[in-house]
């Protein structure tokens, strides 16, 4: 882990970070993980708490405007509300946050050695701005004379052509959460070194880092469960042409599991490609482990043997007290709020059915199906399930064997 070392002027908390922030010229966001978690919303999509209810944050004005004093003193009245920004053009030059995830290496260790050689090899970049993220990840601010070529929003990169180690966030729609924000795991974001301004650098590879080659770009997209290749395909009809084709190029590749079935009692454990845990629908779960989820041909799916399951659109929507699948505008707005969570703009013929000018592609499409997981159940787990006459509710048991 890298040694904390901060200069007696760095931001202690909310207030001092958003006066940074200001001199930067970036927009101070409220941020609430804990509690748009509790309201079964993303837990990081802008968002503020005004002491009775969770208020989601249209950020996207916030690309190319400031926010106005009153709208800082709103957002951050309650104490438990944290702190965000956006990536991107400052007036002077692109400021850009390099997000090192630990869950792409082997080990904890390994994350915390990679990054220790690359600073030592790149000493500019040991003078950038740093914080642990809850997870315990790395992220630094880094500033670019011109927009860095070859990189979009949200995109992963490697460090020195190697393997993919993370996100390079360095658009105006690059969002990313600030300490001493709280996270969902109780561990808040902490500095671990700070500066006024970041360093200034001509390009990303002057500090190692590189877009991932084209090969490895295509691992990482590459479904868990792959299916057949449709050699009838154009390179023009592979472009994400509905919400369903955008989700499955643009925003699951950039999410994991845990973050894309984001209740916090879930208390995740791994099973190879899968995860385990509480279901949030049902009482009485004795292994905690009723719930699990998989990707399937890239399509993030779960499965509850009491209480079904589907993808993770039905997911969030169930979550927000919705039945079955979502539909025209309460379908755009769960794409909209998994897009965020990646900072990834929408698709811009998309914008229409917000208003309610609903395309299509909106009341047809439909997710693929979770049935392959239903079949899994009595073979992986040999449960039981008992009905109890009393309380009316169904009982998840492992057998014995």
Not at 237 to 256: A, G, M, W
């Amino acid at each position: 882990m890298i040694a904390q070392s901060l200069p007696e002027s760095y931001p202690r908390d909310v207030e001092e970070t958003i006066s940074w922030l200001l001199r930067l010229e970036r927009p101070p966001l409220p941020e609430n993980p804990v509690e748009a978690t509790r309201a079964g919303k993303p837990d990081k999509s802008p968002c503020f708490f005004d002491g009775e209810k969770l208020i989601p944050l249209k950020w996207k004005t916030y690309q190319e405007q400031m926010p106005s004093k009153e709208d800082i003193e709103r957002w951050f009245r309650h104490p438990s509300n944290g702190i965000g920004t956006l990536g991107g053009f400052n007036g002077r030059h692109w400021l850009t946050w390099v997000d090192v995830d630990q869950k792409t290496f082997d080990s904890p260790e390994d994350c915390d050695r990679t990054i220790q050689e690359w600073l030592e090899k790149y000493p500019l970049a040991a003078q950038a701005p740093c914080f642990r993220t809850p997870g315990g990840g790395y992220r630094f601010l880094l500033a670019f004379e011109s927009e860095p070529e070859n990189f979009k929003a949200n995109n992963g990169f490697c460090f020195d052509g190697g393997q993919h180690v993370g996100e390079f966030l360095c658009k105006n729609g690059s969002h990313t959460l600030l300490p001493p924000t709280k996270g969902v795991n109780g561990n808040c974001y902490q500095w671990l070194r700070w500066s006024e301004y970041p360093p200034i650098l001509n390009k990303p590879e002057d500090v190692g880092i590189f877009p991932l080659p084209s090969a490895q770009k295509e691992a990482n997209r590459k479904p868990q469960h792959t299916a057949k290749p449709n050699t009838q395909k154009t390179a023009k009809q592979q472009k994400p042409h509905t919400l369903i084709d955008f989700l499955i190029k643009e925003v699951y590749p950039k999410q994991t599991l845990e973050e894309l079935f984001n209740w916090e009692g879930h208390n995740f454990q791994r099973d190879g490609e899968k995860v385990r845990g509480y279901c949030p629908w049902h009482k009485n779960q004795k292994s905690g482990t009723a719930f699990y989820a998989e990707m399937v041909d890239g399509v993030p799916l779960w499965r509850c043997p009491v209480c079904d399951g589907g993808s993770v659109l039905e997911y969030r929507h169930k979550r927000n007290g919705g039945k079955g699948s979502p539909k025209g505008r309460k379908f755009v707005e769960i794409v909209r709020g998994l897009a965020e969570e990646v900072g990834v703009p929408m698709p811009e013929d998309w914008h229409s059915s917000e208003k309610g000018s609903q395309s299509h592609h909106t009341k047809r499409e439909k997710h693929p199906p979770a049935d392959i997981l239903a079949k899994e159940i009595a073979e992986e787990y040999r449960r039981e399930l008992v009905y109890i006459d009393d309380s009316k509710q169904w009982m998840v048991y492992e057998s014995d064997v």
